[in-house]
């Protein structure tokens, strides 16, 4: 347990001192980038453990997983308040699961999962589970692939348009993939491009989470202000993850 600790340690610095040297490449302030860790797959006492390091926010990809872990570190670390974010894509059935306890979705890419959410979250307003619109990011696809999540560049505003008109939810920005085996800076290029159109428009819309443990710096000199770092943090998954 200490070794992993000590491990998790320096692993956190050097992916800290990643973030920072991205930052001074890029003539932006280190503090700037906030950083994201990727829990999927990770055990809940490897989250406990980051909590103890200072780390906050958590991504996790898959709800039913998810539901889980957020039990096990708060009773693990009753006292913490470590923040869950969803960047994985999401059935409109499990909306009101993830509801329950996500602090942000980053990755919602249609009308139809925004009125799922905004329904569960009022659901869970009106029984005094929550308080505050949910914070969601429109996920923008860079090529297009359906498959892989997110929505192309013409139907990013219409996307916005819908999803403020949710009261349940509260339009954030932008999150992004690079497509596997793109130049990262020309995908980062475009995404950063998207999201300032969508900035134009929706002036509250300013996050950009853009950025992983392969392609960081190529997103932070693309304006990310959020990097989601899984392996370089925790390690490889295992293979049978997405
Ligand atoms: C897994 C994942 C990450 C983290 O990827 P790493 O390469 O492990 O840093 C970031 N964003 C999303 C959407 C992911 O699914």
Redesign the pocket.
């Given at each position: 347990m200490t070794d992993r600790r000590a491990e998790l340690e320096k692993r956190l610095a050097a992916v800290r001192e990643r973030i920072a040297a991205a930052c001074v490449a890029a003539g932006r302030e280190p503090d700037e980038v906030q950083l994201l860790a990727?829990t999927?797959t990770v055990p809940p006492a490897d989250v406990a453990l980051l909590l103890d390091l200072g780390l906050a926010a958590f991504?996790e990809?898959r709800v039913q997983e998810a539901t889980a872990k957020v039990a096990e570190v708060a009773r693990l670390r009753p006292a913490a308040a470590p923040r869950w974010h969803l960047?994985?894509s999401l059935q409109r059935n499990k909306a009101a699961e993830a509801a329950r306890w996500a602090h942000r979705v980053?990755?919602v890419d249609s009308e139809r999962l925004a009125d799922a959410l905004d329904r569960a979250v009022r659901r869970e307003q009106e029984t005094g589970g929550r308080v505050t619109p949910l914070p969601v990011l429109l996920q923008f696809s860079v090529d297009g692939d359906p498959r892989r999540g997110g929505v192309p560049r013409n139907a990013l505003l219409p996307l916005a348009e819908h999803v403020s008109s949710c009261a349940g939810l509260q339009l954030d920005g932008v999150?992004a993939?690079a497509p596997l085996g793109a130049d990262p800076d020309g995908a980062f290029a475009e995404v950063e491009s998207a999201a300032a159109a969508l900035r134009a428009e929706f002036p509250q819309a300013r996050t950009l989470s853009a950025g992983?443990?392969?392609d960081l710096e190529a997103a932070v000199r693309h304006g990310s202000v959020v990097v989601?770092?899984?392996?370089?943090?925790v390690g490889e998954?295992p293979l049978t993850s997405?």
């Open positions: 990727v999927k991504g990809n960047i994985g980053e990755s999150m993939v992983m443990s392969g989601r770092v899984g392996t370089a943090l998954r997405r």
